[in-house]
Every structure is written in structure tokens, then in C-alpha cells.
């Protein structure tokens, strides 16, 4: 992704949901994207599958598949790229499935828009392994998603999402309205998935708990610009954005106890964004050339990019 | 401000649209009572079945009735029973409907089973049973509350849902855990936000009141020597003034009527619109 | 579970049926007085141009709810006629009696607002669909206003309208009546075509309103629908358009129409009993208002019986269909 911008056209003017968001992901490499609600992840996952609707539109940017520029195909080679090669696991999945029709209806209709001929019994064979690399039992495919419990929902959206084998699979919040328990069971579903199709997953998420087990390397986006993205182990021992590092400070332990410090006042308003660093209101360590320039992403260290004048 | 009240017009074209028709009408039975004798409304007030001419700019009915006065003084009749029953209806409607909503329980089942079961039956056709039996000469409120005893289901049901919707949006709790009191929470919290559909469920009432009054009228089964809009409509079809080639008499009253539906229509779009800002299209 | 919900379903519809009874029961004695039986003494005393079986008449009546027979007897005795569909004979045409008036009306009646309903809501759904299509041709979209408007209208006024332009200035149809006076009825062709002509008029002043209603409500359950997560996971999974407009959205929108339906028919029914007076069409709206006229209260009470129990079964046919459509009906318990 480069420089990816996007805006939602509002009354009193376009809204930057994202603003010249840029990283790389690496062949079945696991990339995770953190940030509280409203800073910009869902909109930059629906954006690489050009799903932004109205009043959203992508004013600027470029989305590379190996060498491909999703950005310049048409619609309808758009629509072959979704679920075949980059396949979303949606957030929510309460109300991701369609609820009058059955899960293996929801699996098969995939297919068979995207031109795969199978014969019924062929189809049928499919949606058992499917279902069974997911954890779930085969009695799941002629049922309708009410019947199904969260955790399970959220596995049929996965079963969904690896049915065609896509080179990478963005899964936005999967495990958000799940209790912990069943987070555990979904995830694990996700990483032995992962390595069976050895696709690249974008998981976007805000529990930084969950990226610490789970990602090779972390991004952290605040206000709709990615401010820091390195790889994970480095971020947790040594973070280099303000940001990112409170963040992390804020953050529950079994070893460390005493008062936990969130991070004092709100998100910013997307459309009224404070001038040069949109951190720093919030920032302990703000300078006053925070107030006037708007840092640029630079290499830190090897691998390590983040966006802080401090740096 | 001019601008912005421009802007709101293209937004919000209905509600401005059914302003205008409504105060139109309002403009012609005021100025009408001014100008014309509704005296002229009764019976053999002037030669019958005469078109429209300078003395009788509407036209007679077969009755004598000259048209115009006819429709200067039936309007607002008509109008009345329509507003009584409306805001009767909205005011029964929206205190059971609470009640209903609000305390739940043994009540709640009550008063569902009656207006579930009340607004699958025909209302035309009950009041109509209504109606004849209390034969003895209709009076114009008479009717309105004729009305009203079927207008009030409508927006039982309507508030009902509204509040039930509004307590699973949980602030009510938040409002009761801090400490406010029931009567406060209900001023407060949660009025502000019935208002917009009220006045959306009480112009949908007003409507369906008026419909319901034209209906019987038209049956018969008005209040028969007054002027209204649905009594004209009876003289006109127990006159077969169709076949007879008398297009003023059944012209005027029906245009009205349409302005009245057509105002209330283009008024209740409006306030949905105001009561349900998802609908809003963007500028 | 299914069954649960069907049986509750039937209950209500006893439950309406038996209120429509006792409503047509009550309701007359509001007054004080019984006008049923005002009625026939004044009928009796009429005398000459009355038929002699209103002595009979008046007799049996006394029998049945005279005044020194306890309220709950009366009460009893009605019912029990009630649920015999036997509702006397009517007292401005003996010796005819109310059902058989009924049975002829009704054919009438479910012909226009059964082809009417049927059509309306179905062109009305297909159209508000269409409206919500991104791909719709453009010139649709002027379609909405005319539509728009005309919904508002009660359907009779339009039927004024329509006798006056196309039967009365141009003569194209004819204006009122079921079938022209002196026709044979019969299955020829001749007569069937007669009747659709005279029919033509009425369903369109019924289909021309209700169709913009329908087309509105349904582009706006296709709206709401197209905003729900699962449509988004939809594109997300690449699908064509036209399989998402029609199993993600269509057929998750055709769930409220349908209720909208169940519940709308009293107000069609109303509407267009008046649309067969002004048009003399001879069903039910017709005979209730010459019943009116003449003050034929067990006509009027047997009519208005007929009409709710009718109504309610539809109601129960629909709420049977639903959960066909929705599975989500099973499990519920509201």
C-alpha cells in the first residue's frame, strides 16, 4: 500500500478517514494493525478490497498485489481479486451472515460467482473439509446462522474466507465481540489456517495483548495516519513512537502491578485535526515544533519506521 | 441565512412542500370567510344546478347550495373532526402506548393484544357498526369522537415501539443510575426524543382520522345537514351527478381533498425526515 | 416450536372472530334501546307496503332477544347463529336471506381486490426494488414523484376521477355496474369480457394508488438492507452484483413487505369498499351501503361479520407463509 488516501464527503467538508497510509507485507507474513476505534483501520481494510462506499471514496493512493495495481482494474476484475486472492474475515461477525440462508449456501454461492465448476456432490465434499479445517462439525452446513454461537459464526466467516485459497487473508476484529475463551479457539483456527494456505494476514485489532501473541510485525495507526509500524518484538521492548508506547504502558500484567495510567484526553476529530502532529495535545513529550509540522514516516532503526519529530 | 434556509428547503423539499399546500388551504377558508356568505351554504340558498358563473364562482348543487360557500365551511368542518380525532387518538394512543412500553409486564400484554388485534380489523367497517347504531342525527364532534375511539391504536403501537427502542438504547439506566427520578427522566430523557415522532405519528393521525370521516360520510352515515367535504361527496353520488354531466359539483370538493392529503402526506415525509436523521441524503 | 407459533396464531384468529361477534352484538345496544328491534316494529307497522313476514319476524326475534330473556341468553343465542353463519333474513329484501345476499357479493369482491391486491403489491415490490438497483435505468427515477403523490389519495377519489375522464368525456369504459343491465351470465366469452371492462375502471383506481405505496416501503426496506453488515461481507466475498441484489438483499427485504402487507389488507379492504359504491360494483361495499340506506341491520351485521372473519383468515394464511420465508420465526418465542 502507498500513500493511500481516503475521504468521506461530509456536509462541512471531506473527512480524511486515511491519510497517505503506506506499508509492505511479505509472502505469508502475519502484519498487525493496532489502534483505538476511529483511527482509520477498518476504513484502510475495506479500502485495499476497494470496498469504500458513499459517501467514502479513495481520493488517492496505490494498492500492489506482487504487480498488480488494484487501484487501476476495473470493477468486475476487482470483484475476481475479492476472496480469491485477498479474502476479508469480517468484523462482527453477528451480522456478517446473510440470516435466511443456510452456512453451506454461504460457502457454495463464493464458488460459484467466482466460476468454479463443481458438481453437487463435489460442492458438498468441499463445504464438509472446509467446515472441518475451521473446527466445525458437518451438521454446521445446513444450518442457518442463528443457530450458530458466536465463536462458530465467526468460524464459518473463516471457512468462507480460505475457501478459494487467497495469498492474503484481513481479518478485521475477529474476535471483538467473543469472550476470551472462544478468542482462543478462533484464533488458533486463524493461525493453523494461515500456515496451511501459507497466505499473508492483516490483522486489525486493538487488543495489543492479542498482536503480542500472534503478529511477526505490528503497525500502529492513530488518527488515520499509520505512525509507526516495526517489527513486533521491537515494539514491545523498546516502542519509539509516544503513542505507541503508551499504549503499551497502559496495558495489564500479571508481573507489574499498581495504578494503570490510560492515555489522558480523546481521539481528535477526524475533521478537525490539530495542526502539525494530530498527537500532540496528547503527547507528554510534545515540543513546539510538534505544533507546526506534521512528521514524516523514517527509518529508525532497520525495519523499524515511525513518525515523531523526538526521533 | 438565507442560504442555509435554501439549503434546508432542497433537504428537506417535503416538509416545505406540504407547508405550502396546507397554508394554502388555510388561506382559502380564511380569506373565503371574509369574502363569501357561508349563510349560502345551506339548502335553497340559490337556483339549483347552475355552473360556475360570477354569482356563483363554484357553481350550485342540486339543493340550492351554492358551491364555493359550500366548501368555505365544510373545509374546516371537515378539518375539525380530522384534528379532534387526531390529537385525541395521538394523546390516548401515546399515554397507553407509554404506560405500555415503559412498565411492561402484565399491562404491556394487555394493551398489545388489544391494539394488535384492534388494528387487524377493518376500522371503516366498525365504525360504521358504530355509527348506525347511534343513529340519532351525527353531529360533527359526534363523529370526531367516533373517530377517535378507533385513531387511538395507531400510535399506541408507534409510541410503544419508540419507547421500547429508546429504553434498549440504555439511557434510561444511565439516567436512573444517576439519580434522576421517574417523572424526570421522562421530561428530560426521554420526551425530546418522542417529540419528532409525535408530531410525525399525530399528522399520520389527522390524516387517517379525515379519511375515515370522508369514508362514512360518503356511506351516509355523516352528520347530514352539515356542509363537510364527505357529506358534498354523498350528495354527489346519491345525485349521480357523474352521469348527469355536473363536473363543478364533484370538481371542488374533490381537488380540496387532495390538497388535504397530498399537504398531510408531503407534511408527514417531512417530519420523518427531521425524526429519523438516517434518512437525510447528503448535500 | 412451529407448532407453537401456529397455534397461537389460530388462537387469535378465534380470538378475532369472536370479538367481531360480540362487537356486531354489543355494539347496537350501546344506545340504550335495540334498534334491530326499532327497527322491525317500525318495518310491521308500516303496514301496507311491507311484506307480512315481518310479523313472523319480529316474532322469532322476540323468541330469540326478546327483552324478558336475560342478556347472556341473547348473547348465547347469537353466537350460536353466528357460528352457524346463519345471520337471519335480510329485513329490506325478505325473504332473502343474509347469506344468501353475502354469497353473491362476495365473489365480486375477492375478484377485484384479490387481482388488485395481488397486482399492486406485487408490480409495487418488483418497481421499489428496481428504484434501489444501482444499475437501474435513469429514467426511472422520475417515476417516484407520480407515484409518490398518487399513494397519498384515498382510492376512491381517483375512481371519481378515472369515471369522469375515461368513462364519461371519452366513453371508453363503462362506468358503473359489475355487468351490463341485461347481459346473460354465463361462461362465454362475450360475458366475461363484459365483466372485465366493467372491472377495468375500479382495479385501476385501486392499483394506481396502492402500487406507489408498495414501491415506496419496498425501496426502502432494499435501502436499509443494503447498508447491513452482511451485504458488505457479501462484496467482500467478491460475489456478482445481481446475486447480492437478489438472495442478500431482495430476499431479506420481502420479509418486512410481507408483514406490511398482513397488515395493511384492513385498510384495503376499507378503501375499496368504497370504491364499489361509487363505482356500484356489485360486491360487498354495495350491498353494506343499500344496507345502510335501508337501515338492514342484520345485513349490515352479518356483512361486517363476514368481512373481519374473512380478513382474519387471511391474516392467518399470511402469518402461516411467513415463517417459509423467514427461519428465523422458528425459534423465536416474542
Known amino acids: 500500500m502507498r500513500d493511500l488516501v481516503v475521504h468521506y464527503d461530509t456536509p462541512l467538508g471531506a473527512v480524511k478517514a486515511t491519510d497517505a497510509v503506506s506499508f509492505s507485507l511479505g509472502a505469508g507474513e502475519r502484519l498487525g494493525i493496532a489502534g483505538e476505534s476511529g483511527s482509520g483501520k477498518t476504513t484502510m481494510a475495506l479500502a485495499i478490497l476497494r470496498l469504500i462506499r458513499p459517501p467514502g471514496r479513495i481520493a488517492?493512493?496505490?494498492?500492489?498485489?506482487?504487480?498488480?495495481?488494484?487501484?487501476?482494474?476495473?470493477?468486475?476484475?476487482?470483484?475476481?481479486?475479492?476472496?480469491?486472492?485477498?479474502?476479508?474475515?469480517?468484523?462482527?461477525?453477528?451480522?456478517?451472515?446473510?440470516?435466511?440462508?443456510?452456512?453451506?449456501?454461504?460457502?457454495?454461492?463464493?464458488?460459484?460467482?467466482?466460476?468454479?465448476?463443481?458438481?453437487?456432490?463435489?460442492?458438498?465434499?468441499?463445504?464438509?473439509?472446509?467446515?472441518?479445517?475451521?473446527?466445525l462439525r458437518p451438521e454446521v452446513a445446513d444450518m442457518f446462522p442463528h443457530e450458530l454461537s458466536g465463536g462458530m459464526k465467526q468460524r464459518a466467516c473463516i471457512a468462507i474466507a480460505i475457501s478459494l485459497r487467497p495469498r492474503v487473508i484481513i481479518a478485521d476484529e475477529p474476535t471483538s465481540a467473543l469472550d476470551v475463551v472462544v478468542q482462543k479457539q478462533v484464533m488458533e483456527t486463524l493461525a493453523k489456517v494461515q500456515q496451511d494456505?501459507?497466505?499473508?494476514?492483516?490483522?486489525?485489532?486493538h487488543d495489543m495483548g492479542l498482536m503480542a501473541q500472534f503478529v511477526d510485525r505490528l503497525g500502529v495507526m492513530y488518527a488515520g495516519k499509520l505512525v509507526e509500524i516495526s517489527p513486533v518484538r521491537d515494539i514491545f521492548i523498546g516502542p519509539l513512537h509516544p503513542y505507541t508506547r503508551m499504549l503499551i504502558a497502559s496495558l495489564p500484567s500479571f508481573e507489574a502491578k499498581g495504578t494503570f495510567h490510560g492515555i489522558p484526553g480523546l481521539l481528535p476529530l477526524l475533521r478537525d485535526l490539530p495542526p502539525g502532529c494530530a498527537f500532540h495535545p496528547r503527547c507528554p513529550h510534545a515540543f513546539d515544533r510538534c505544533q507546526r509540522d506534521e512528521p514524516r514516516p523514517r527509518e529508525i532503526q532497520p525495519g523499524s519506521w515511525a513518525s515523531c519529530h523526538l526521533l | 441565512m438565507a442560504h442555509a434556509a435554501w439549503r434546508y428547503v432542497r433537504r428537506n423539499l417535503s416538509l416545505v412542500v406540504g407547508i405550502v399546500l396546507l397554508g394554502l388551504l388555510a388561506l382559502f377558508v380564511g380569506i373565503g370567510h371574509l369574502v363569501v356568505d357561508t349563510g349560502k351554504s345551506r339548502p335553497l340558498s340559490a337556483p339549483a344546478i347552475r355552473p360556475p358563473s360570477a354569482?356563483?364562482?363554484?357553481?350550485?348543487?342540486?339543493?340550492?347550495?351554492?358551491?364555493?360557500?359550500?366548501?368555505?365551511?365544510?373545509?374546516?368542518?371537515?378539518?375539525?373532526?380530522?384534528?379532534?380525532?387526531?390529537?385525541?387518538?395521538?394523546?390516548?394512543?401515546?399515554?397507553?402506548?407509554?404506560?405500555?412500553?415503559?412498565?411492561r409486564g402484565a399491562v404491556d400484554s394487555v394493551?398489545?393484544?388489544?391494539?394488535?388485534?384492534?388494528?387487524t380489523v377493518p376500522g371503516l367497517l366498525v365504525l360504521i357498526i358504530i355509527a348506525v347504531s347511534l343513529r340519532k342525527g351525527l353531529t360533527v364532534d359526534q363523529m370526531a369522537l367516533i373517530v377517535a375511539s378507533l385513531a387511538w391504536l395507531n400510535p399506541a403501537r408507534t409510541v410503544r415501539a419508540q419507547v421500547l427502542s429508546m429504553r434498549e438504547r440504555g439511557y434510561v439506566e444511565v439516567a436512573r443510575l444517576s439519580g434522576m427520578s421517574g417523572p424526570e427522566i421522562i421530561v428530560k430523557e426521554l420526551m425530546p426524543n418522542l417529540l419528532p415522532y409525535l408530531a410525525a405519528t399525530l399528522v399520520n393521525a389527522v390524516s387517517a382520522a379525515i379519511?375515515?370521516?370522508?369514508?362514512?360520510?360518503?356511506?351516509?352515515?355523516?352528520?347530514?345537514?352539515?356542509?363537510?367535504?364527505?357529506?358534498?361527496?354523498?350528495?354527489?353520488?346519491?345525485?349521480?351527478?357523474?352521469?348527469?354531466?355536473?363536473?363543478?359539483?364533484?370538481?371542488?370538493?374533490?381537488?380540496?381533498?387532495?390538497?388535504?392529503?397530498?399537504?398531510?402526506?408531503?407534511?408527514?415525509?417531512?417530519?420523518?425526515?427531521?425524526?429519523?436523521?438516517?434518512?437525510?441524503?447528503?448535500? | 416450536m412451529r407448532v407453537d407459533y401456529l397455534a397461537r396464531r389460530c388462537g387469535v384468529?378465534?380470538?378475532?372472530?369472536?370479538?367481531?361477534?360480540?362487537?356486531?352484538?354489543?355494539?347496537?345496544?350501546?344506545?340504550?334501546?335495540?334498534?334491530?328491534?326499532?327497527?322491525?316494529?317500525?318495518?310491521?307497522?308500516?303496514?301496507?307496503?311491507?311484506?307480512?313476514?315481518?310479523?313472523?319476524?319480529?316474532?322469532?326475534?322476540?323468541?330469540?332477544?326478546?327483552?324478558?330473556?336475560?342478556?347472556?341468553?341473547?348473547?348465547?343465542?347469537?353466537?350460536?347463529?353466528?357460528?352457524?353463519?346463519?345471520?337471519?333474513?335480510?329485513?329490506?329484501?325478505?325473504?332473502?336471506?343474509?347469506?344468501?345476499?353475502?354469497?353473491?357479493?362476495?365473489?365480486?369482491?375477492?375478484?377485484?381486490l384479490g387481482t388488485t391486491t395481488l397486482l399492486s403489491f406485487g408490480l409495487g415490490t418488483f418497481l421499489g426494488a428496481l428504484l434501489a438497483w444501482p444499475g437501474a435505468p435513469r429514467w426511472m427515477r422520475y417515476l417516484m414523484p407520480p407515484l409518490w403523490a398518487l399513494h397519498a389519495i384515498p382510492f376512491f377519489l381517483l375512481g371519481l376521477v378515472l369515471i369522469y375522464l375515461l368513462a364519461f368525456q371519452i366513453q371508453l369504459l363503462p362506468m358503473f355496474g359489475g355487468y351490463s343491465a341485461g347481459a346473460f351470465p354465463g361462461l362465454n366469452v362475450t360475458f366475461v369480457w363484459d365483466v372485465i371492462r366493467h372491472a377495468i375502471l375500479p382495479a385501476m383506481s385501486i392499483v394506481l394508488v396502492a402500487t406507489g405505496g408498495w414501491?415506496?416501503?419496498?425501496?426502502?426496506?432494499?435501502?436499509?438492507?443494503?447498508?447491513?453488515?452482511?451485504?458488505?461481507?457479501?462484496?467482500?466475498?467478491?460475489?456478482?452484483?445481481?446475486?447480492i441484489f437478489v438472495r442478500y438483499c431482495l430476499r431479506n427485504a420481502i420479509l418486512p413487505q410481507t408483514t406490511a402487507l398482513a397488515l395493511a389488507l384492513g385498510n384495503i379492504l376499507s378503501g375499496a369498499v368504497l370504491v364499489e359504491v361509487i363505482f356500484g360494483y356489485p360486491g360487498i361495499g354495495t350491498v353494506l351501503f343499500h344496507a345502510i340506506r335501508e337501515n338492514d341491520h342484520f345485513l349490515i351485521q352479518g356483512i361486517v361479520f363476514t368481512v373481519i372473519v374473512a380478513l382474519g383468515l387471511a391474516t392467518l394464511i399470511l402469518d402461516a407463509i411467513y415463517p417459509l420465508l423467514d427461519p428465523r420465526i422458528n425459534y423465536r418465542r416474542t
Open chain 1, 60 to 135: 488517492a493512493g496505490e494498492i500492489w498485489l506482487q504487480d498488480v495495481d488494484l487501484m487501476s482494474l476495473s470493477p468486475e476484475a476487482m470483484r475476481q481479486v475479492r476472496l480469491a486472492r485477498i479474502a476479508l474475515i469480517p468484523q462482527g461477525s453477528m451480522n456478517s451472515l446473510n440470516p435466511v440462508t443456510r452456512i453451506k449456501e454461504q460457502i457454495l454461492d463464493a464458488l460459484r460467482d467466482h466460476d468454479v465448476r463443481i458438481s453437487r456432490r463435489q460442492g458438498q465434499e468441499r463445504v464438509r473439509e472446509l467446515l472441518e479445517s475451521v473446527g
Open chain 1, 197 to 205: 494456505l501459507g497466505a499473508a494476514v492483516i490483522l486489525i485489532g
Open chain 2, 55 to 103: 354569482d356563483h364562482p363554484f357553481g350550485t348543487d342540486r339543493q340550492g347550495r351554492d358551491l364555493l360557500a359550500t366548501m368555505v365551511a365544510g373545509t374546516p368542518l371537515t378539518l375539525r373532526i380530522g384534528f379532534i380525532a387526531g390529537f385525541l387518538g395521538v394523546g390516548i394512543g401515546s399515554i397507553l402506548g407509554f404506560v405500555s412500553a415503559y412498565y
Open chain 2, 111 to 119: 394493551i398489545r393484544g388489544i391494539v394488535d388485534i384492534g388494528l
Open chain 2, 211 to 283: 379519511l375515515a370521516s370522508i369514508g362514512l360520510e360518503v356511506l351516509g352515515l355523516g352528520p347530514i345537514d352539515s356542509p363537510t367535504l364527505g357529506m358534498t361527496l354523498y350528495w354527489v353520488n346519491f345525485n349521480a351527478a357523474l352521469i348527469n354531466g355536473w363536473w363543478w359539483w364533484w370538481l371542488a370538493p374533490i381537488v380540496i381533498i387532495l390538497v388535504v392529503f397530498l399537504g398531510l402526506f408531503f407534511l408527514t415525509v417531512g417530519l420523518d425526515e427531521i425524526a429519523n436523521p438516517r434518512l437525510r441524503r447528503a448535500i
Open chain 3, 13 to 112: 384468529f378465534v380470538l378475532i372472530v369472536w370479538i367481531a361477534a360480540t362487537l356486531n352484538f354489543f355494539l347496537p345496544r350501546l344506545s340504550g334501546q335495540d334498534p334491530v328491534r326499532t327497527k322491525l316494529l317500525q318495518q310491521a307497522q308500516l303496514g301496507g307496503y311491507v311484506h307480512s313476514g315481518i310479523d313472523a319476524m319480529v316474532k322469532d326475534y322476540d323468541r330469540r332477544f326478546g327483552l324478558d330473556r336475560p342478556l347472556w341468553q341473547q348473547y348465547l343465542s347469537y353466537l350460536r347463529d353466528a357460528a352457524r353463519l346463519d345471520f337471519n333474513y335480510s329485513i329490506a329484501n325478505y325473504p332473502r336471506k343474509v347469506n344468501e345476499l353475502i354469497a353473491e357479493a362476495v365473489p365480486w369482491t375477492i375478484g377485484l
Open chain 3, 215 to 243: 414501491a415506496l416501503a419496498m425501496r426502502g426496506m432494499m435501502v436499509t438492507t443494503q447498508g447491513e453488515d452482511y451485504v458488505t461481507f457479501a462484496e467482500a466475498k467478491g460475489l456478482r452484483s445481481l446475486t
